[in-house]
């Protein structure tokens, strides 16, 4: 029998899986921000940082995870760039932190040009309510599992994205975090550009979404996209478009 511990193990095998944590803390993914707790447990909304811990923390790091350890405890917890000497030529952040955005420069290409295309309009999930199990793991660790009667969409809290992803996460470092001159020290733009989801109003129409699909995988068939795709690779110029809470929330997101 494959009982869930092993299960897990076999997933915490996959390192890549801890790059898909949300990235940054209460900065950016405090209710504050988002208007939804990323984590609940009891029936309490907890912190980013206290979410964190709940995977690995200075006092305990699960076995099976202590190959990214630096990563768990300081790489995926940073909310900018290091101070020090973050401006010379030829310095680079530690290995566990590159995978980070917000803690590490883009690289100086003055001649680059950056763009966030994505749909918006679908409802993602955000945050999720915890509880805690009365089975104790190996090595007396905690174990968790979503309190599906904690909320009408079955133990998760949710918000604005592409149904993969949140709009912070989409558009949240075009439209703010590059740009910081510390994180984007070539000035290198970037534009956004939403595109509201709009599916076929039957499968027998499309199997993928349809022509103005805003979904994280089906909007590569959007016309609209494609049409834009095609401008930017043929030289042309594509405005700026923003249509969801993006700018709510990135107000709200102290970058200092």
Not at 33 to 62: C, F, H, K
Not at 130 to 137: A, D, F, P
């Amino acid at each position: 029998f494959f009982g869930p511990e092993p299960r897990r193990s076999l997933w915490r095998t996959c390192s890549s899986l801890s790059l898909l944590l949300p990235m940054g803390g209460d900065e950016l993914w405090g209710e504050a921000v988002t208007g939804q707790p990323i984590v609940q447990m009891a029936g309490r909304n907890i912190s980013t940082e206290a979410a964190y811990d709940l995977l690995a923390s200075n006092v305990s790091v699960p076995t099976d995870l202590r190959r990214i350890s630096s990563w768990l405890l300081d790489g995926v917890r940073r909310c900018r760039p290091a101070e020090a000497h973050a401006d010379v030529v030829g310095t680079k952040p530690p290995e566990h932190v590159w995978p980070n955005p917000l803690a590490v420069p883009l690289p100086f290409a003055p001649r680059l040009q950056k763009y966030a295309f994505y749909g918006v309009g679908v409802r993602t999930e955000l945050g999720g309510a915890l509880t805690e199990s009365t089975i104790v793991g190996q090595e007396g660790e905690a174990q968790y599992s979503i309190n599906t009667g904690a909320t009408r969409d079955g133990g998760f809290f949710m918000g604005d994205g592409d149904y993969s992803c949140p709009v912070m996460t989409l558009g949240g470092m075009c439209h703010k975090g590059w740009k910081d001159e510390t994180r984007n020290p070539a000035r290198t733009p970037c534009t956004v550009k939403e595109y509201q989801d709009k599916p076929a109003p039957s499968s027998l129409q499309s199997f993928r979404g349809g022509a103005a699909s805003g979904d994280h995988i089906d909007i590569l068939g959007n016309r609209e996209l494609l049409s834009d795709v095609l401008t930017i690779v043929s030289g042309g110029h594509v405005e700026g478009r923003i249509i969801s809470d993006l700018q709510a929330h990135t107000e709200k997101w102290d970058d200092t």
